[in-house]
């Protein structure tokens, strides 16, 4: 075996075992979720399930409202994750390709939101959500996700890859800011925008205190709020509260799962300019 | 060029029409506290236009929903909702009221306080089951409505009488009663009998002496490896102001009667000489060779019989009786005395029943009918059956289903037993900022847990600590 190809094999083999201990928690978890309560219990090193129990599924969906809670996360998310995307890239395209008075100050103001830890806006923003009268509602539970500067960030560096002759071209051939926007920017934008689309999703999706203070109806609460439901300090069950957990894992591992080729794409286009 | 012109303008109307609204949005909150923490700004509190309502309870009560928030999850959060469905069956039906139970997770005070804050009596509750550490900074709300208003009102049909008088207590603020007592529980000694037995133990420990010299007996070695630990607990604020408050009646952790009389504002237990003593004999325990300090999952550590005896909340009695099954014989005694000649015992603490005023006699009326029936014996027979807690109503005693449930299992008769012995004054203290206290004594706990601190080191520590927190807790709010 050459040099190279040793060192190529090693390199393998060192990150499958990074793989293997950084999912393994996951994994762990997984196969509580398929443990009976004695098997969870024992003293001794279990991995593994003995068999496929289902009795942790079946609780964790009987228990609580899951199959609603998970409508309601997945409406909240990906409603959020799309008006994300038009904010980001809308506000991205006036930073990336206008000229206006002011256009660098009013930037580092959105990048300077970064700052501002999202807990201590939490009563302010309920003060405004419910003077809205947006509590226990949709648009209330996603309204504060609808914008975030680390999107803008990243959609107008890619956008500042593009040369300002294209833009200047597609004028030359009868295009306005907006066709130009949304015919040529954003179709040849997308594994950026699927990025962008992809981290608000897991973002959102796990949410738990901002979906919980601003519901007071059991049949509002999300995904997450099942896991606390199912938990209490003074029982053990580890079984159903794994199951929960596992079934909330599926639509941001499916998201993943189908769209990382273009994540890949993304993080690559957001390394080109900076 | 026209398309573009018209597209342009769109968006310039949306973006106005959008900006218009949001300022609006802001014109339109109500007069409202600028904190972005709910928690540390109570004595800024510029709340409601609630009216003063203490005219006494209404004859009658006009149809209507109430709203109650609970904390409640797992077996107890379904045991919760049964007594709603229960109600609403019931006693809700003939009066014409609707309770709805929701669900608000540990962060109910600060979304009371947050709803309160905000005076948005929309969305607020109108009964809110809330633990006795939250009431100092709930009742600067203007809209709770202190349950003394009602309880001894002649249209009432419960009185302090009916309650334990420590449980009475433990829900007093500044001599008023806040809420109801609803689900109380106290600390314990588990034990596995069988392990007792075998070394020659007919009964458990009484003092931490005997707790010392038990979990020596009780370890069990494998070379250097310990393979049964004798004793696991981790000494927390829970434990330690337990231990600390059943050493004698007026033990009351700090000044203001452990703050009940006014906001506490300093801690008493370097100065009285309990944290000392108590240091002094937990010693003991430590150099035992067989205690662990840290608790990682009690209840099946204890179940498993990785620990011959644990220290734990009553309310764990269900549970553990479950995983335990018919693996070996425990029992629960009450909480080991620091030494033979205390003259208090433990004390108790939960949640209780409170009131939320919308502005609306009626509903704080129909509030109070829930309360009446929630903490009735008969309720709190099935509630204490189903979930493992202490009942509060001194009436569940005489009735035949509760004797005949004390017969079938005298564990859940201990932590009463417990409470009855205990002074009324043993309280754990309204410590204003009771969960960075107890991160400091446990981090501090844990050092001398591990053998790495002295007795003076440790009592040095944690006096310093607690009024640190409570010296920046009065700075930022005053």
């Known amino acids: 075996m050459s040099r190279k190809k040793l060192s190529s094999v090693i390199f393998q083999i060192v990150c499958i075992a990074l793989g293997i201990i950084i999912l393994f928690p996951i994994i762990y978890a997984v196969s509580i979720s398929f443990m009976k309560p004695d098997e969870i219990l024992r003293r001794d090193i279990h991995v593994l399930p003995n068999s496929l129990y289902l009795g942790n599924y079946h609780k964790a969906l009987t228990k609580t409202t899951l199959i609603r809670f998970l409508l309601n996360s997945f409406i909240v998310t990906f409603g959020a994750s799309i008006v994300r995307l038009f904010t980001a890239s809308t506000a991205a395209f006036s930073f990336a390709?206008?000229?206006?008075?002011?256009?660098?100050?009013?930037?580092?103001?959105?990048?300077?939101?970064?700052?501002?830890?999202?807990?201590?806006?939490?009563?302010?923003?309920?003060?405004?959500?419910?003077?809205?009268?947006?509590?226990?509602?949709?648009?209330?539970?996603?309204?504060?996700?609808?914008?975030?500067?680390?999107?803008?960030?990243?959609?107008?560096?890619?956008?500042?890859?593009?040369?300002?002759t294209l833009r200047e071209a597609s004028f030359i051939d009868g295009c306005g800011n907006f066709k130009f926007f949304y015919k040529i920017l954003l179709p040849s934008s997308v594994p950026v925008l699927t990025t962008t689309f992809i981290s608000s999703f897991v973002g959102v999706w796990n949410q738990y205190l901002w979906p919980l203070l601003v519901t007071n109806r059991n049949e509002m609460r999300t995904a997450q709020v099942a896991?606390?439901?199912?938990?209490?300090?003074?029982?053990?069950?580890?079984?159903?509260?794994?199951?929960?957990?596992?079934?909330?894992?599926?639509?941001?591992?499916v998201i993943f799962l189908v769209f990382q080729r273009q994540i890949k794409g993304g993080m690559m286009a957001g390394a080109v300019k900076g | 060029m026209k398309k573009t012109k018209i597209l342009k303008r769109l968006v310039s109307v949306s973006l106005a029409a959008i900006m218009a609204t949001s300022l609006l949005a802001g014109c339109g909150s109500k007069e409202k506290s600028n904190s972005n923490d709910v928690s540390k700004n109570e004595s800024k509190l510029e709340t409601s236009d609630v009216t003063e309502t203490k005219g006494g309870l209404p004859d009658s009560i006009e149809p209507t929903e109430i709203v109650f928030w609970h904390a409640m999850s797992g077996s107890n959060g379904e045991a919760m909702d049964q007594l709603v469905a229960d109600y609403n069956d019931t006693v809700g039906k003939e009066n014409g009221i609707k309770v709805v139970s929701v669900f608000q997770d540990r962060t109910i005070a600060s979304k009371v306080l947050m709803v309160g804050q905000d005076n948005d009596l929309a969305n607020a509750p109108d009964v809110i089951q809330t633990v006795g550490s939250d009431i100092p900074s709930l009742t600067t709300l203007s809209q709770v409505f202190n349950a003394e208003n009602y309880i001894n009102d002649k249209n009432s049909k419960i009185s302090t009488d009916d309650y334990y008088e420590n449980m009475l207590r433990t829900f007093t603020y500044k001599d008023e009663l806040i809420g109801v007592p609803m689900n109380t529980s106290s600390i314990l000694l588990y034990y596995n009998e069988d392990l007792l037995k075998a070394a020659g133990y007919d009964a458990p420990p009484a003092t931490i002496e005997e707790l010392a010299e038990y979990t020596e007996k009780l370890t069990v070695k494998e070379g250097d490896q310990i393979k049964q630990y004798g004793l696991n607990v981790q000494i927390s604020r829970y434990q330690l102001v337990n231990f600390l408050a059943?050493?004698?009646p007026e033990s009351y952790i700090g000044d203001n009667e452990g703050g009940r009389k006014a906001p506490m504002t300093k801690t008493t237990i370097g100065e009285d000489g309990t944290l000392e003593k108590f240091l002094t004999e937990w010693e003991k325990v430590v150099q035992s060779g067989g205690y662990k300090h840290i608790e990682d999952n009690a209840n099946e550590e204890f179940a498993t019989g990785v620990n011959a005896m644990t220290i734990l909340?009553?309310?764990?009695?269900?549970?553990?009786?479950k995983l335990v099954g018919d693996n070996f014989s425990f029992k629960a005694a009450p909480l080991p005395k620091v030494s033979a000649d205390d003259t208090s015992g433990a004390s108790v603490g939960g949640s209780c029943l409170m009131m939320f005023n919308r502005d609306d006699e009626n509903k704080l009326a129909?509030?109070?009918?829930?309360?009446?029936?929630?903490?009735?014996?008969?309720?709190?027979?099935?509630?204490?059956?189903?979930?493992?807690?202490m009942p509060t109503n001194?009436?569940?005693?005489?009735?035949?289903?509760?004797?005949k449930f004390y017969e079938e299992n005298p564990q859940f008769l201990v932590p009463i037993e417990q409470m009855k012995a205990s002074s009324p004054l043993s309280q754990e203290p309204f410590d204003l900022v009771n969960w960075e206290i107890d991160g400091i004594i446990k981090d501090i706990m844990q050092e001398f847990g591990a053998g790495e601190l002295t007795v003076e080191e440790a009592a040095d520590e944690i006096v310093t600590q607690y009024n640190n927190a409570l010296d920046e807790y009065h700075r930022a709010n005053s």
């Open chain 2, 366 to 389: 129909a509030a109070w009918n829930f309360i009446e029936y929630a903490t009735s014996a008969e309720v709190q027979a099935k509630w204490s059956q189903a979930t493992g807690y």
């Open chain 2, 313 to 321: 909340s009553s309310s764990r009695l269900g549970a553990i009786t």
């Open chain 2, 246 to 248: 059943s050493q004698y």
């Open chain 2, 394 to 403: 001194q009436g569940v005693e005489k009735l035949d289903t509760m004797i």
């Open chain 1, 227 to 253: 896991v606390t439901l199912l938990n209490f300090p003074d029982e053990s069950p580890h079984g159903a509260i794994m199951a929960a957990a596992t079934l909330i894992l599926i639509p941001s591992v």
């Open chain 1, 97 to 164: 390709f206008f000229k206006f008075r002011g256009k660098n100050i009013i930037f580092m103001l959105y990048l300077g939101t970064m700052m501002i830890p999202a807990d201590i806006l939490i009563v302010q923003n309920y003060a405004t959500v419910s003077s809205m009268g947006l509590v226990n509602n949709y648009l209330g539970m996603m309204i504060v996700f609808f914008f975030t500067a680390l999107n803008v960030f990243v959609l107008r560096q890619h956008f500042l890859s593009y040369s300002a």
